[in-house]
């Protein structure tokens, strides 16, 4: 990977990682390692949230696992000691689930990113905190491409803890000055998400099905509109917060800034693959109530403070993607 | 009261009110029986919380009362039926407790809420509900007065914890239909509110110290202006919600619209209770950092969509709070 993150900035540093095992916390505690950091993983194995132990195997004796759930504020008190950074990304991310029963996300998303604050504030607080939430936080755009200052009014359950979290680690930024970066993820895709339902990421569902050479279900008229960043582009503007003072106290949309719509995205996949096929069908009425409409993301606060920009375009992230789990099926299917 | 709520649209009514033991929530609930609404309220008189069951003294026999914790989801499951509106009322509300621990808020204002919005979800979801928040949602702001589209960068735990409550109700407004309007509220003051501790309301604790020839602290150099708003006032725009079906899906600030500094304020109530002084005292460094600075709400939405405004000028209300009090000492000192 280029980018304009210094070289050996991160050779040496300490760096907890919540939600290690699951799919964007894996490819990042791969990504440090790479980059020569000490990586300890926090995860609970919920099962259904997306951890795999296959996920890291790369690395695996590179890496301290440290089984527990991010709500244990003992076993948090004792993690946080001795890191230089914190990347907070376990939590519940099932948009469906959290309209079906609301309390797993404020349990693990709200309070449970509070306890990894107050692990900060009260035996680490010179740790950096680098959070990972949504663009749905911004829900359905008033105008295109949405930028950092644009109204945040999340449509769902996942979304409203997701904000939460995040005005709590800006406030102990601003109040104890627990020092964090506040990320806002678009549709991010590549290997090691779970495979197994549809409820994550559509991308790697549409990949999982082109695979089995099934049907892809485009929803609606197949044109709303979507921004897809490669899970490499993610974990480098992640690394990227890590490296930089100028990044803390910042929020900043992740993507690559510009639109796919879905049939695109649809044919993308089943070019890649060389298998499946897409047709049009239609959404529930309660989706259709949720569906934010068009997305895509104003990257120039990113990519003008701290030089971050992405490298992988759709097809050859999706051609990553369909090797990865050709090679690796058994372990996610 | 003089407004433009339509007279005789609440007799009859059935109204659930949380929190209704408390400073606002048992005004509120006077006005309700006033109008001739069949009121119960829920109170768990959390010590320290500003229940205090005398509040409902005059109209006691006319409300009933159910103990409980808004978290008990069986219990709020029987209590919403048959309610044309819940009034959420119920909270932790003191911002400095909130960053000492963050999980009574996070479990009370959050989590509760989304009890209260299950309840109503799954077993009325023909009530109609009326959330009060605080300005705190918006934080420091950027210009004066304040409108309802201006960002929200809450600064404490507490002011989070209402932001996710109000994004809570929203969504079940959007996406299952529960009707509702959302309050932030400025600065409140009257009678009723707990006079034992400064940690709510300052206007009432400036009062408490003048009926006892105290001297008023008046913090940093006194001329940071806030918008005080007489409860009376606040009741009745909640009976305007309740009233009107134009109020539904919409967010409105309550206040009075203009200015008053803190030294206006703490001359203004000893000139009420003829008794006590002020003086001008130094922010303690956490305080500083968590003052939100000028804040006064722009309230031209609820006055023009539902005609309400506020009526009781800032000496009125301050005598008739130190009437109040004076009166009714025994139970709030």
């Known amino acids: 990977?280029?980018?304009?993150?210094?070289?050996?900035?991160?050779?040496?540093?300490?760096?907890?990682?919540?939600?290690?095992?699951?799919?964007?916390?894996?490819?990042?505690?791969?990504?440090?390692?790479?980059?020569?950091?000490?990586?300890?993983?926090?995860?609970?194995?919920?099962?259904?949230?997306?951890?795999?132990?296959?996920?890291?195997?790369?690395?695996?004796?590179r890496v301290s696992i440290n089984y527990c759930d991010i709500r244990d504020a003992n076993a948090m008190n004792q993690l946080v000691v001795g890191q230089d950074f914190v990347f907070h990304l376990a939590g519940q991310v099932d948009h469906i689930l959290s309209m079906k029963d609301p309390y797993p996300d404020i349990d693990i998303n709200v309070k449970g990113t509070a306890v990894v604050m107050e692990a900060c504030r009260h035996h680490n607080p010179l740790a950096r905190v680098i959070?990972?939430?949504?663009?749905?936080?911004?829900?359905?755009?008033?105008?295109?491409?949405?930028?950092?200052?644009?109204?945040?009014?999340?449509?769902?359950?996942?979304?409203?803890?997701?904000?939460?979290?995040?005005?709590?680690?800006?406030?102990?930024?601003l109040v104890f000055g627990v020092r964090s970066v506040l990320l806002r993820l678009t549709n991010t895709y590549g290997p090691r998400a779970q495979m197994q339902h549809s409820r994550y990421g559509v991308v790697n569902w549409f990949v999982r099905l082109a695979?089995?050479?099934?049907?892809?279900?485009?929803?609606?008229?197949?044109?709303?509109?979507?921004?897809?960043?490669?899970?490499?582009?993610?974990?480098?503007?992640m690394l990227c917060c890590a490296a930089s003072e100028r990044a803390w106290g910042n929020v900043f949309n992740l993507g690559v800034g510009y639109p796919t719509n879905f049939i695109e995205l649809a044919k993308a996949?089943?070019?890649?693959?060389?298998?499946?096929?897409?047709?049009?069908?239609?959404?529930?009425?309660?989706?259709?109530?949720?569906?934010?409409?068009?997305?895509?993301?104003?990257?120039?606060?990113?990519?003008e403070l701290l030089g971050w920009e992405p490298r992988v375009r759709l097809d050859e992230g999706l051609a990553r993607t369909v090797e990865f789990y050709r090679q690796n099926r058994q372990h996610y299917w």
């Not at 095992?21 to 300890?40: C, D, K, P, R, W």
């Not at 749905?136 to 491409?145: C, F, N, T, V």
């Not at 803890?161 to 995040?166: I, W, Y």
């Not at 509109?225 to 480098?236: G, K």
């Open 1 to 61: 990977m280029t980018s304009a993150r210094p070289q050996g900035a991160l050779e040496g540093a300490r760096a907890l990682v919540t939600g290690g095992l699951g799919f964007i916390g894996s490819n990042l505690s791969i990504g440090l390692v790479e980059q020569g950091a000490h990586v300890t993983i926090v995860d609970e194995m919920i099962a259904g949230y997306g951890a795999n132990p296959f996920n890291i195997e790369s690395v695996r004796d």
């Open 131 to 173: 959070y990972t939430g949504t663009r749905g936080q911004y829900g359905k755009p008033a105008s295109l491409p949405v930028s950092e200052t644009a109204p945040t009014q999340p449509l769902g359950i996942y979304e409203i803890t997701n904000l939460a979290a995040e005005k709590i680690i800006e406030a102990y930024h």
């Open 211 to 237: 695979l089995d050479d099934a049907t892809i279900p485009v929803y609606g008229d197949g044109l709303i509109q979507r921004d897809f960043l490669y899970v490499d582009d993610c974990v480098e503007a």
């Open 269 to 303: 996949v089943v070019r890649a693959a060389g298998s499946g096929r897409w047709e049009l069908a239609p959404f529930s009425p309660e989706r259709k109530a949720q569906e934010p409409g068009d997305f895509y993301a104003d990257i120039t606060k990113i990519r």
